[in-house]
T-cell receptor, first 111, second 115 residues
Framework: GQQLNQSPQSMFIQEGEDVSMNCTSS?????WLWYKQDPGEGPVLLIA?????ELTSNGRLTAQFGITRKDSFLNISASIPSDVGIYFC???????????FGSGTKLNVKP | NAGVTQTPKFRILKIGQSMTLQCTQD?????MYWYRQDPGMGLKLIYY???????DKGEVPNGYNVSRSTTEDFPLRLELAAPSQTSVYFC??????????????FGNGTRLTVT
């Protein structure tokens, strides 16, 4: 099946630090989605990207759709304790009936 | 607005037992999905449906069955539970085919343990 590779797998950072994570694929995606999952809950959409090269922000979060259409990046600036959770990249391949998810980046923020 | 509701939240099954995981959404979404999330892993698509009466297999359909008799409900059936089916199951829905207008809306999950 399709694989979306996320890195790093986990991160331990200090409150106030900036965070970067990325997602790569061997296939071309036309849409990239970034989700956050809080413990015990379902994933929630953070940012959606629709065009190669697109840079989109949502508060302290900024995501970019890679030029090759095979990667995407998520940055979080000035992290706070509530940023703790698992961040997933996702995208539809071939058709929008099937969304594939990466294995996630687990973020831990020390106050 | 309840969104996507899953029941039960937790369940423990013995090997060989069967059960149905319930999922209902009140947003009139056409598309519904079932994912499983194993510890430390991403979400794997089990089955999906593009509308009432239509279902199709995802990445990992073996051991599961689904039905979609109404727009609102998309139950997932496990006929002969196996330890490999221990996982957290998420139901999701979206309104349109174009992902630009239809991010997935997730329920809060059902944590299933098979012993």
């Amino acid at each position: 099946g399709q694989q979306l590779n996320q890195s790093p797998q986990s991160m331990f950072i200090q409150e106030g630090e900036d965070v970067s994570m990325n997602c790569t694929s061997s296939s071309i995606f036309n849409t990239w989605l970034w989700y956050k999952q809080d413990p015990g809950e379902g994933p929630v959409l953070l940012i959606a990207l629709y065009k190669a090269g697109e840079l989109t922000s949502n508060g302290r979060l900024t995501a970019q759709f890679g030029i090759t259409r095979k990667d995407s990046f998520l940055n979080i600036s000035a992290s706070i304790p509530s940023d703790v959770g698992i961040y997933f990249c996702a995208g539809p391949l071939y058709n929008f009936n099937k969304f594939y998810f990466g294995s996630g980046t687990k973020l831990n923020v020390k106050p | 607005n309840a969104g996507v509701t899953q029941t039960p939240k937790f369940r423990i099954l013995k090997i060989g037992q069967s059960m149905t995981l319930q999922c209902t959404q009140d947003m009139n979404h056409n598309y519904m999905y079932w994912y499983r999330q194993d510890p430390g892993m991403g979400l794997k698509l089990i089955y999906y449906s593009v509308g009432a009466g239509i279902t199709d297999k995802g990445e990992v359909p073996n051991g599961y069955n689904v039905s979609r008799s109404t727009t609102e409900d998309f139950p997932l059936r496990l006929e002969l539970a196996a330890p490999s089916q221990t996982s957290v199951y998420f139901c999701a829905s979206s309104p349109y085919r174009d992902a630009a207008d239809s991010p997935l809306h997730f329920g809060n999950g059902t944590r299933l343990t098979v012993t």
